[in-house]
């Protein structure tokens, strides 16, 4: 079964940056879409940012976009989320998540690493 560990979450003030990772195990890294997304207290869960296995085609939340970029490293098997300028509104529990390009569903998650941005 494919695990999914993220790292790199922590609290910094506003205007602050943090990059998360996401390395996964199992083979066929590059099959797969990853994506990170982000749930904070009471709010549901959102789609934050994504990336094709090329790394070429990338989706962001339009709040995150111009300050969050993803990417990734297929020879390591790993997601990268960098976010700059970081907003109170950033708060939550970042999650990454896999599916294969053209399934509606995510398969596996992380456990999640918490982002804590104070004003």
């Known amino acids: 079964q494919v695990q999914l560990m993220e790292s790199g979450g922590g609290s910094v003030q506003t205007g602050g940056s943090l990059r998360l990772s996401c390395v996964a195990s199992g083979r066929a890294f590059v099959m797969y879409v990853m994506a990170w997304f982000r749930q904070a207290p009471g709010k549901e869960r959102e789609l934050v940012a994504a990336?094709?296995?090329?790394?070429?085609?990338?989706y962001y939340a339009d709040s995150v976009k111009g300050r969050f970029t993803i990417s990734r490293n297929n020879d390591q098997n790993t997601a990268y989320l960098q976010m700059y300028n970081l907003k109170p509104e950033d708060t939550a529990v970042y999650y990454c998540a896999r599916k294969i390009r053209g399934e509606s569903s995510y398969d596996s998650w992380g456990q999640g690493t918490q982002v804590t941005v104070s004003s």
């Open positions: 990336l094709e296995g090329t790394g070429r085609h990338a």
